[in-house]
């Protein structure tokens, strides 16, 4: 096929007439290379999603639901090679190896640049026969003091639609850009060039997968990929990736957490919590949590990511870099989640679920009966008898967030809110007590170096239930040494002081011998809140133990709950010999960093030994 030329005054002629000179010369430099059939100037208008939804139903790639079940929602499915993140092929791409670090996979930035837009690079013509669609996004409220804002181009008309829900997306953005604030400039293309006249599938994508960074530079490349954050760059690869790189170099910290409002509804004083679990450990679920005991009501700040800076006044403020929700639906129901599955009832796009037969969506773990016949997230029919998962285990549900009935009414305060607590946790079968209280600040930074958790369906290449680290919850999305992220928490420590919250360590999963959780979880967790804030308040006392500082059991609300002083005694068993075990290999997993492990983290370490020495 003839190269196609795209000059700088056709792609000017076809944008918005605020774009700046940088952003049409960019889009015209990108249209050259990828080829792409033409370009649209997304706005995030209600008629534009009218729109491109309708066009994804007609080519099939979207099935809209029974619209008086679900009103203005979709249903994709993506083909079974294109389900999660893939982390083997994602790359950070620093100048130097060491400051990508041991747990990231590096590439040399020359030599992936060759890769991606070479004379041989994957971008080139990779657009071809499809549109390319320029999306200003900002993460983070328009023109806030914490927000920042890009610019992804993409040949996935799903992605825009899904960036529309996810991010502040359209024209308010592309206003601060043509302002003269900074951009990140994030190229995507599912890597599915169309011959002239050739068909179109309805999930396309490419099995040779890209999914790249270059923290230098604030460049986001990412190549043969439909599916959630290797597509949605505003989310894992900018808001964590990229945004970590930043943070560091600005002073402020990006973050994988929730984060939450607890109102004291007595003395209505206001507590914000953010809480770090790996992906697919049910955030989103504490972030929207039903307190089961009185005098506590939970608004939600947001359920992923937390962008944090140090206030006026001191203090850690956060905000939600999101608009939406990108949430796991396998498990959520009205048992579960309500909120979630309130927030979802209308203007919401499901990914990798099943249908049922009356044109709503359907997944392992909502409510009610199974039904006797569904269409599975492959397309195909569906009985219990086939043995078969219906929806993917990682399949999504993306929603506004504004839907969401217990959102915060200052979720979108520019300067967001003061943080009090936070938490880390993961899925952890044994070993980790219900919660410990962090002894010194070191001791926070140390508990969310060391946490560990079994897998989950959130990424296709580590295998799901083993064992792994994942320093808090940051494993896949940290754009820097991990070392060197954990010596930036010790420096922002330090520079706040007494203001800089403490840090928690939580588990909900524990089992018993006969494998039974021995914690309710859910809302439940509200009783784990409940101590907290009454620590920070200063009202309880807490126990010295080996982990932390634990609660004492006439401190903590149980009622309701059949947990005597004997069951709540196993919550928080510590076995010195499995811990000991397990400091060990947490020594050996340190060692990778070398030098660049922190010494306040090595002392941490030894402070860890002796307790459980002396617990022996
Ligand atoms: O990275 S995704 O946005 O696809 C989901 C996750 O890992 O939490
Ligand atoms: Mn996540």
């Given amino acids: 096929m003839a190269e196609k030329t795209f000059t700088v005054e056709e792609v000017r002629a076809g944008a918005p007439e605020i774009a700046p000179a940088d952003l049409v010369e960019w889009v015209a430099e990108i249209a050259n290379l990828t080829q792409p059939k033409d370009i649209y100037w997304a706005d995030g208008s209600q008629e534009e999603w009218d729109t491109l939804t309708t066009q994804m139903v007609e080519s099939g790639m979207f099935t809209r639901l029974n619209p008086e079940k679900r009103p203005n929602s979709f249903l994709a499915r993506s083909l079974p090679s294109d389900v999660a993140r893939v982390e083997s092929r994602t790359f950070i791409c620093s100048e130097k190896e060491e400051d990508a670090g041991p747990t990231n996979h590096w590439a040399d930035p020359k ?23 320029v999306i200003p996004f900002s993460m983070g409220p328009l023109g806030g003091p914490i927000s920042q804002l890009g610019i992804e181009l993409t040949d996935s008309p799903y992605v825009v639609v899904n960036m ?22 994030a190229v995507h293309s599912v890597g599915a060039p169309l011959a002239e006249g050739e068909a179109d599938v309805t999930w396309p994508c490419n099995d040779e997968k890209y999914i790249t960074h270059f923290p230098e530079t604030n460049e986001i490349w990412s190549f043969g990929s439909g599916y959630g954050g290797n597509a949605l760059l505003g989310k894992k690869c900018y808001a964590l990736r990229i945004a970590s790189t930043m943070a560091r170099r600005d002073g402020w910290m990006a973050e994988h957490m929730l984060v939450l409002r607890l109102t004291d509804e007595k003395s209505g004083k206001q507590y914000h919590v953010t809480a770090a679990f790996p992906s697919a450990c049910g955030k989103t679920n504490l972030a929207m949590l039903q307190p089961t005991i009185p005098g506590y009501k939970v608004e939600t700040v947001g359920d992923d990511i937390a962008w944090m800076r140090p206030g006026p006044d001191g203090r850690l403020y956060a905000i939600n870099p999101e608009a939406g929700f990108f949430g796991v639906a396998p498990g959520t129901s009205y048992d579960t989640n309500p909120m ?36 599975d ?5 569906w009985t219990p008898e086939s043995g078969e998962k219906a929806a993917h285990p990682n399949s999504r549900f993306t929603v506004p967030a504004a839907q969401c009935p217990i959102i915060c009414e200052d979720w979108e305060a520019p300067q967001g809110v003061p943080i009090d607590a936070i938490l880390f946790g993961g899925r952890r079968a044994t070993n980790v007590p219900l919660v410990a209280e962090q002894y010194e600040g070191a001791h926070g930074v140390f508990i969310g170096a060391s946490v560990a958790s079994e897998v989950t369906a959130a990424a296709t290449d580590v295998k799901a239930g083993s064992l792994r680290h994942d320093p808090f919850a940051m494993l896949p999305f940290c754009g820097y040494n991990m070392a060197d992220y954990w010596g930036h928490w010790l420096e922002m420590q330090q520079e706040l002081g007494e203001n800089f919250p403490k840090v928690y360590q939580v588990n909900w999963f524990r089992k018993d011998e006969d494998g039974k959780f021995m914690w309710p979880g859910y809302g439940d967790n509200s009783r784990v809140l409940d101590w907290i804030v009454r620590r920070a308040a200063g009202e309880v006392e807490a126990i010295d133990g080996v982990t932390g500082r634990y609660p004492k059991f006439e401190d903590f ?13 196993k919550l928080f068993e510590i076995n010195p010999e499995a811990w000991a075990a397990e400091m060990d290999d947490t020594e050996e997993y340190f060692k990778q960093f070398g030098d660049k492990l922190p010494a306040a983290i090595t002392e941490q370490l030894a402070k860890f030994r002796e307790r459980i020495a002396a617990a022996k």
């Fill in 557 to 569: 609300n149980l009622d309701g709950l059949d947990i005597d002083e004997a069951k709540w005694a």
């Fill in 164 to 185: 529309r829900i996810m991010t502040r997306m359209g024209e308010g953005a592309l206003q601060l850009i043509a302002e003269g604030k900074p951009w990140v400039p």
């Fill in 111 to 133: 030599e992936m640049k060759e890769t991606l837009i070479g004379e041989k690079g994957v971008f080139r013509g990779a657009m071809a026969g499809r549109t390319m669609y």
């Fill in 377 to 381: 997230w492959h397309g195909n029919d």
């Fill in 340 to 375: 979630a599955m309130e927030t979802m009832k209308a203007n919401s796009i499901f990914t990798n679920v099943a249908l049922t037969d009356d044109g709503d969506v359907w997944w392992e773990g909502i409510d009610g009966e199974t039904p006797a016949h569904l269409i």
